[in-house]
């Protein structure tokens, strides 16, 4: 199905064994098949892009691009596809959708903050395992104190989202296909998998 988008959406590479790998833009898509870099595709969505006009047939070249591609190469591995992604705001808020990890009330962008359930000042790291989403009253009264110190109740776990999760979170308009690919990679804890 070809889909039209004032804006192309991201192309999501894989691995050649299909492990998800990263976003990459029309562009780089159409360098990889320029370049017969994509082992296969998959998913629903395709794009057709016009090049230039060749100057001896007077044909006009294009390319047709998937929205999910295998790329030729190295596999990731495990070990890639389990390291831990970097951390930011924005990425944190999704994996924990957007609720605040003291009074489970949800809130914009703009009204959230990362706290650390441990303190830096009192040794703790700025790492997933030990950030959660709060909103901004939470976390004054919370202040520089750990939630046993504050006498607040910590709603839900911090974790580390897997390569999937990440590549789902970092996304801002991903496609269906994508999603549904994607989402066969995400952990079982992951807050991402739909409530049963």
């Known amino acids: 199905m070809t889909t039209a988008f004032a804006s192309h959406p991201l192309i999501l590479t894989l691995d050649m064994h299909g492990a998800p790998h990263r976003w990459v833009t029309w562009q780089h898509a159409c360098f990889y098949y320029a370049k017969n870099l994509v082992a296969w595709a998959a998913g629903d969505n395709f794009f057709i892009f016009h090049g ?5 047939t007077g044909e006009r070249s294009t390319i047709t691009a998937n929205s999910i ?3 030729k190469g190295k596999t ?3 070990k890639n596809f389990s390291a831990v992604p970097p951390l930011n705001n924005r990425e944190l808020f999704h994996r924990d959708r ?10 914009s962008f703009l009204r959230l903050t990362r706290d650390h359930i441990i303190p830096v000042s009192q040794g703790g790291r700025d790492s997933w395992m030990n950030v959660v989403t709060a909103c901004r009253h939470c976390n004054q009264r919370k202040s520089g104190r750990t939630p046993e110190q504050a006498g607040m109740e910590l709603l839900y776990a911090p974790y580390i989202p897997n390569k999937a999760e990440f590549l789902i979170l ?7 296909d994508q999603m549904d690919f994607l989402a066969q990679h995400v952990s079982a804890h992951s807050r991402l998998k739909a409530p049963a």
């Open 52 to 56: 230039g006009i060749n100057r001896s």
């Open 69 to 71: 591609i295998a790329i």
């Open 76 to 78: 990731l591995g495990q």
């Open 98 to 107: 957007h609720i605040c990890a003291y009074c489970g009330g949800e809130f």
């Open 170 to 176: 970092s996304n801002r308009q991903i496609l269906a």
